[in-house]
């Protein structure tokens, strides 16, 4: 439970233009260093997914790989042994580590495709129709106060959905097993 406060708190925080004032409408990060805050920002609530997974694995007897840092890779592997899946979680969650990189260590200027030999960067947030927004290389990776808002509640509900599923396996009967 603490991982899912932690986790809840900074999406929140983040979300809301790093304000901790409950129900004001999202701010827009600014200044000098923004691209490089709002990474940061978008590391710090992948590893604290990572690290809520982890606990919600132990809490129901799941095994936890040491060192396993791809949060949609663990997330998968979760899903698996509740037996639920979204391939769409899992991409979203790939795209936004490509979007956080390219923040926190390129100012925000798309230097790298999703795929060798590309031209184009798909970021972790949906563009005006839903789609996963794409930038060209060479564009600036740039993200609304409402879309990076919509990238922390995503981050919620993947961090309420893990907490659900350990609270259903804890609650489910146990069945003996054979023989």
């Not at 709002?38 to 992948?46: A, F, P, T, Y």
């Not at 794409?134 to 907490?163: D, H």
Request: hydrophobic share 45%; with cysteine.
């Amino acid at each position: 439970m603490r991982a899912h406060a932690t986790l809840t708190r900074g999406a929140r925080f983040l979300g809301a233009g790093l304000s901790a004032q409950a129900g004001v409408a999202p701010a827009a990060i600014g200044g000098r260093y923004r691209a490089k805050v709002i990474g940061n920002g978008l590391r710090e609530l992948d590893r604290f997914l990572n690290v809520l997974i982890d606990e919600a694995s132990l809490r129901i007897g799941l095994p936890v790989v040491a060192g396993q840092r791809n949060t949609a890779n663990k997330l998968r592997a979760f899903r698996a042994a509740d037996g639920a899946a979204c391939a769409t979680d899992e991409v979203r969650l790939r795209a936004l580590g490509r979007s956080r990189d390219c923040l926190f260590h390129c100012g925000g200027i798309v230097t790298r495709a999703d795929a060798r030999g590309g031209t184009r960067m798909t970021a972790g947030w949906a563009g005006p129709c839903a789609p996963l927004r794409s930038f060209a290389i060479g564009e600036e990776l740039v993200l609304s106060a409402g879309e990076l808002a919509g990238v922390c509640a995503f981050y919620e509900s993947l961090a309420a959905e893990v907490v659900a599923s350990a609270a259903r396996s804890l609650t489910a009967p146990r069945t003996a097993p054979p023989g």
